[in-house]
């Protein structure tokens, strides 16, 4: 497949899979005739698992140590393993933080709605303070 397919299929931008390849995420690929790109159709696999650490928040400067150790082979699998390892944690963590936040919001939410329920405007201290200090007003 050329590197428009391969856009295409991916939802990388051409010039993102050309940088990917200049800094070595993506492995050198052979060309046609014509001087284009011809990918196998196993990259997608791998720029899927890119685009996964990418979301983890992984750097890019990470993704291509992994990537270069990925070319090395099995031998680099306890390096890589402890990559996956340190990213995991991270995720987990900012998991964590996530769900503290939804559990906020959803407690707040739960709030306003019973405020709004009993068409009551102070349900809890905090905001009594908050709206004598005139911050508040009843619509917030």
């Known amino acids: 497949m ?3 397919e391969l856009s295409a299929q991916s939802g990388l931008s051409i010039d993102t899979l050309r940088y990917y390849e200049k800094i070595g995420l993506i492995p050198d690929t052979n060309r046609d005739h014509g001087g284009r790109r011809v990918y196998q159709p196993s990259i997608t696999d791998w720029i ?4 996964k650490l ?4 992984m750097g890019v400067k990470d993704m291509a140590r992994y990537a270069a150790l990925r070319e090395v082979g099995p031998q680099t699998a ?11 944690e991270i995720v987990k963590n900012k998991i964590a933080e996530l769900s503290d936040c939804l559990d906020l ?3 707040k939410i739960d709030l306003y709605e ?3 329920a009993s068409n009551t405007t102070i349900n809890s201290p905090l905001e009594a303070r908050v709206q004598t200090k005139g911050i508040l007003k009843n619509d917030d």
């Open 78 to 88: 306890n390096q890589r393993r402890e990559m996956l390892e340190e990213r995991r």
């Open 54 to 57: 990418r979301a983890t928040g």
């Open 2 to 4: 050329y590197i428009g």
């Open 48 to 51: 899927s698992f890119l685009k």
């Open 114 to 116: 019973k405020m709004e």
């Open 105 to 107: 919001l959803n407690h």
